[in-house]
């Protein structure tokens, strides 16, 4: 199954770097925008919902933030600044999205994904309220990447980009954009005056009519944690270990969200199991967020004795209740609670980000192994692999016989291990795993 050539290819985007013109003290990849404006796109979408009472679909929202740049991993990240040199720019821009998707990732899917992955892919951007959210979740991201670099001093560049930023954030019609101009770009630590005067006046002029104002301040606090969100870029994984290539938490937690979106797809279209998608994409997107107070620490080092465990747990618990809560309005506080503290329960989604988070391990440690970092992580290559065993699920099977082949070291025993080599013999011949069209 092509799926995990996908996962691979997708995993490239962790090296190409946004603004490749400009300098930066901190440049983030085009995987952590994808990230930080998926978590964008669903404070959107809670807005959208609990403030004006429109109906959003927050599961394609979030299918359309984690995959809309894919092709970049084939053209690299294209400035929108060009599309301002030619009138022609922006057209052909669109049209080699196009055949980056068809000739590349259209043929890492399974046939039956292919239709919806070009709506996620390639018109993510529409006109639908969900495309709308996307738009406008891709701007504050950049509004955030622009205020970054002009706290840190870098500002000739970054004024210009954000003032253009700001200006397209206005033309896209949604409630919610009204909201955050005028409750949460405050909530982002910087004077008014970089974002100029047309701002300013803009939000002087918004209107939200029927509104709960003290509802609407609530929110507010969301800015908050769209603000720290940004921390876990600069948090690493692996910490105590050389690596060729290293990635973010937040890079980590897409790749959770992207994997997780295939085994729900399975569990549903090929297994026949009800799954909340928006539960499983809106975990992965925050379940190691407590991170950016407690720091990443290592799996071995928290499993090293129950004492250990339990002291981490407690920690976790008390981080959230005394530094994290206060990020989150309480209106929707217990569902973040669930997402962040309790990610990896016993339901179908909960094992879900268990086999996702595992699955990202694998090819973290897998890529290392193809560049020669063998020494390190060709053990814990095989100990993480065994480990996916227990999380009891279809589509982690499927996955084991039809995409572990793909994450691009083909010997299975030699590499992942003789138990999971075993495993993988009995589950082949159940006619369950015969591969999806």
Known sequence: MPFGKHLNDMRELMVVKRFQNRFMHKRRSVVEHMGSTAMISHWLCIFEKELFGTKVDVAEVLQRAINFNSTQFKTGNILNSNNKLTPSMKEAKQTIKEIAYRDY???????????????????????????KIIQAADLIDTILECIEEIRLHNKETFEIVLRETVESLMSVKLMSVDYVIKYILPKFKLDDRYYGDNLINYRGNIKLNNCDVSLMESFSISGEYMYQYRNLMDLMRYQNKYMFKRTSVVEHMWSVAKISQGLSIWMKDKFNVDVNLEKVLCTALAHDFSEFITGDILSTTKRMTNRMKEAV?????????????????????????????????????????????????????????KLGNNEIFGEILKKVTKSLLSVRLEAVDYFLIHSLKDVGLDDIEKYYGEEVYNYIQTINEDDRFKPQI
């Not at 259209?106 to 994904?113: F, G, N, Y």
């Not at 008390?318 to 809560?325: G, L, N, P, T, Y």
């Open 105 to 131: 990732i259209e043929k890492t899917l399974p046939k039956s994904w292919t239709k919806d992955f070009e709506r996620y892919i390639i018109n993510a951007k529409d006109s639908s309220v969900e495309g």
């Open 313 to 369: 747990d407690e920690m976790e618990k008390v981080a959230f209740k005394h530094q994290i809560e206060a990020l989150i309005p309480k209106e929707v506080r217990c569902d973040f609670e669930q997402y962040i503290l309790y990610p990896k329960d016993d339901g179908v989604e909960g094992k879900i980000i268990a086999a996702a988070d595992i699955i990202d391990t694998i090819y973290e440690c897998a890529g290392e192994v």
